[in-house]
C-alpha cells in the first residue's frame, strides 16, 4: 500500500464478519463502513460541496469515462485536479468507467486490447485500454483509482463470464503496470458473475497481488438481491483481511447491511440523488413519495430525529408543495436528506460494530426479508 494510505480495523463483530475500520488517505480519513455519494461528472447532483459535507459524507465517486468525454482529463489536470476542480477537499474514488461500457453494449466492441465504442455524445470513435483507463485516473487525481475491468451482463453463460473474468485479470496487470503515481491507490476489481468458483478463483489471484485494496463488481446488473449476497459471502473471505473492500454500485439498507456482516468497508450508489429528482425520500428504512396527498397537510420534519439541513428547517408539507410547484430547490433538499440518511445508517452500524451490538441492533436487517412497516413503500 502507498505510503500515505493504511487501512486499520479498530473493532470486530464477535457474530459476523463485520469490521469498523480507519481508511487513511492523502485527503483525510474515511470512517468504515461507509456509504459514498457518486459524484459522477465531479458533482454530485443537485449539492454543493458544503451542502455535501453536512450530510457526513467523507468519500465522494467520480466517474473516469464520464469525465473523459466532457470536460476532458486535461482540463480537469489543468485546474489542479478532481479536488479543486469541483471543490471538494475529502477523500475521492474514481471508477474505471468499465461499467459504463457495459452499459454501453449496443455500440461497443470488446477486444483483449481494449473497448471501442461511438460516443453517446457526438458519435465520435473512441478507444479505451485498460493504460488508457489509468492515465486519464492519474490525470483526474483522486485518492483511490480502479482498475479497469469486463463487467458481463446478467444473466450470462458460465463461459461468458469466464471469458470476461479472465480479460479482467489480464487487463488488472497492465494497468498496474501503468500507473504512474505514488500518491494514488489501485483497487483490483473481482469479477465473475453469480458462480462463486468464478468469484473465488478471482479473488484469490488478485490478493496474491497484494493491491491496496479490492472491489467486488459486476453486482447489481440485473440480478435478484439474494444472488448479491452470495456473491459477496463467497468472494470476501478470498480477499486479504487487513486491507479495505468495496462493493461497488450497492447502496440499499439491507444490502448494505449483508454486506458489511460479511466484511464489506465501503459502499457507492446513485440512489439517493436519483430518487430525490423522483420526489422520494427515505426515511427510517422506507421509501416516501413525497408528491403524495397526505403530506400535503403535514407539517412535520421528514424525520425529527435526521440532523440534516432539510430536516432541521423543514416540513413534509413544503416539500410536498415545492414539488407540485416543479420548485428546483426539492431536489437539493431531498437529496441532502437522502444523502445523510444513508450516511447515518452506516455510521450506526459502524457505532454498533464498536460495541459489539451489530448483530443485535440490525437483526431486522440481516434476516431474510427487509422489513417494511404497513402502508409504507418498501426501501431501495
Not at 473493532?11 to 463485520?18: E, G, I, K
Not at 439474494?226 to 459471502?233: P, W
Not at 440518511?341 to 452500524?349: A, G, M, P
Amino acid at each position: 500500500m502507498p505510503s500515505s494510505f493504511a487501512f486499520d480495523c479498530q473493532a470486530r463483530c464477535s457474530h459476523t464478519q463485520a469490521r469498523a475500520g480507519i481508511l487513511q488517505t492523502p485527503h483525510g480519513p474515511v470512517h468504515t463502513p461507509r456509504f459514498m455519494p457518486v459524484g459522477t461528472l465531479a458533482n454530485v447532483k443537485t449539492v454543493t460541496p458544503d451542502q455535501l459535507a453536512t450530510t457526513g459524507a467523507e468519500m465522494v465517486l467520480a466517474n473516469t469515462y464520464h469525465l473523459h468525454l466532457q470536460p476532458g482529463e486535461a482540463i480537469v489536470a489543468e485546474a489542479g485536479g478532481l479536488h479543486r476542480f469541483m471543490a471538494w477537499p475529502g477523500p475521492m474514488l474514481t471508477d474505471s468507467g468499465g461499467f459504463q461500457v457495459f452499459s454501453l453494449s449496443q455500440i461497443r466492441t470488446i477486444t483483449e486490447d481494449g473497448v471501442t465504442f461511438k460516443s453517446p455524445r457526438d458519435g465520435q470513435i473512441i478507444h479505451l485500454r485498460p493504460e488508457t483507463s489509468i492515465r486519464i485516473q492519474n490525470a483526474l487525481g483522486a485518492d483511490v483509482i480502479m482498475a479497469f475491468d469486463e463487467c458481463p451482463p446478467y444473466p450470462s453463460s458460465r463461459e461468458t463470464v469466464q471469458a470476461a473474468t479472465d480479460r479482467t485479470g489480464r487487463w488488472l496487470k497492465r494497468c498496474i503496470e501503468a500507473h504512474q503515481r505514488s500518491d494514488q491507490a489501485l483497487f483490483g476489481i473481482v469479477q465473475g458473475g453469480v458462480y462463486p468458483d468464478l468469484r473465488q478463483q478471482a479473488a484469490l489471484e488478485l490478493a496474491a497481488l497484494d493491491l491496496p485494496g479490492y472491489a467486488i463488481g459486476g453486482v447489481s446488473v440485473g440480478e435478484p438481491p439474494e444472488l448479491i449476497e452470495k456473491i459477496v459471502q463467497a468472494t470476501t473471505p478470498c480477499l486479504p483481511d487487513h486491507k479495505p473492500r468495496y462493493l461497488m454500485g450497492v447502496g440499499t439498507y439491507r444490502e448494505m447491511a449483508q454486506a458489511i456482516a460479511a466484511g464489506v468497508d465501503l459502499f457507492d450508489c446513485v440512489i439517493p440523488t436519483r430518487l430525490a429528482r423522483h420526489g422520494a425520500a427515505l426515511v427510517r428504512g422506507q421509501r416516501w413519495n413525497l408528491k403524495n396527498q397526505r403530506f400535503r397537510r403535514d407539517h412535520s420534519p421528514l424525520d425529527d430525529s435526521c440532523p440534516c439541513y432539510t430536516c432541521q428547517h423543514f416540513t413534509r408539507a413544503y416539500l410536498c408543495h415545492l414539488i407540485h410547484a416543479k420548485e428546483m430547490l426539492v431536489f437539493t433538499l431531498i437529496s441532502i436528506h437522502n444523502i445523510t440518511e444513508l450516511v447515518r445508517f452506516t455510521q450506526r452500524i459502524r457505532t454498533a460494530i464498536l460495541s459489539d451490538r451489530f448483530r443485535q441492533d440490525f437483526a431486522p436487517w440481516l434476516a431474510p426479508h427487509p422489513p417494511m412497516a404497513a402502508g409504507k413503500d418498501p426501501a431501495p
